[in-house]
């Protein structure tokens, strides 16, 4: 029996994906790396440590900026636009006032910092909407390693096995059913790898009833 829903945030709750990008991109020319969108949108649902890393390393010649500098000026830059441009996924509040209506827990766990996270759901008006609200940075690796997960359904002491995630990206996905849970895949573009989810959907307009059912097995 399904006892909690978790949810991801960025991508699939506020469309920040394209503020993530435009922080990357902005910030990474400072230290002379030029970047498209597509290439930043490789590397979604990653840490942002972890991308800063994987670019110094995809990037020999980078030592005009640190990466802890690095990794603060785009939080920084993402919490700013954030507040200025966040805006909601289609159906992403209604989502989560569904899941809680069908009597389970409501948790988030995502790969943003804390301080991007409060910035999100303040910006959606969804602060007081889950009970665990589980960031990967306190984590010894972000998605898609599954630790953010677990830690997010020990924190609501239920099995991992008892939940259901709502994803967009492919790592968070593939973090998900790691930690042996059931879920709910909306990604933005067709991939037949999102095939792994129990159920896939075009929208969160789409989580209904029959969705739900099929979601929670």
């Given at each position: 029996?399904?006892?909690?829903?978790?949810f991801d945030l960025d991508g699939l709750l506020i469309d920040s994906e394209p503020l993530w990008r435009r922080a990357e991109i902005e910030v990474?020319?400072?230290?002379?790396?030029?970047?498209?969108?597509?290439?930043?949108?490789?590397?979604?649902?990653?840490?942002?440590?972890?991308?800063?890393?994987?670019?110094r390393?995809?990037?020999?010649?980078?030592?005009?900026?640190?990466e802890a500098d690095a990794v603060e000026a785009i939080h920084a830059r993402v919490v700013a636009l954030m507040r200025e441009a966040g805006a909601a996924k289609e159906g992403a509040r209604e989502a989560v006032a569904y899941v809680a209506s069908k009597g389970v827990r409501v948790a988030l766990a995502s790969s943003s910092a804390l301080r991007v996270i409060d910035a999100a759901l303040e910006r959606l008006g969804l602060q007081s909407s889950f009970e665990v609200v589980r960031s990967a940075e306190v984590e010894p690796y972000g998605k898609p390693h599954p630790g953010v997960y677990l830690a997010t359904a020990g924190a609501l002491g239920v099995a991992?096995?008892?939940?259901?995630?709502?994803?967009?990206?492919?790592?968070?996905?593939?973090?998900?059913?790691?930690?042996?849970?059931r879920c709910v895949a909306v990604p933005e573009h067709d991939d037949g790898r999102f095939a792994l989810a129990d159920v896939t959907l075009a929208s969160l307009r789409q989580l209904d009833d029959a969705a739900w059912r099929r979601a929670t097995g």
């Open positions: 029996m399904i006892e909690a829903a978790i990474f020319a400072r230290a002379g790396l030029v970047l498209t969108d597509a290439e930043c949108a490789q590397t979604t649902g990653l840490r942002i440590d972890e991308v800063v890393r994987l670019r390393a995809q990037h020999r010649g980078w030592h005009t900026l640190g991992p096995t008892a939940c259901v995630a709502i994803e967009d990206s492919l790592n968070g996905l593939v973090a998900a059913k790691a930690a042996r849970m």
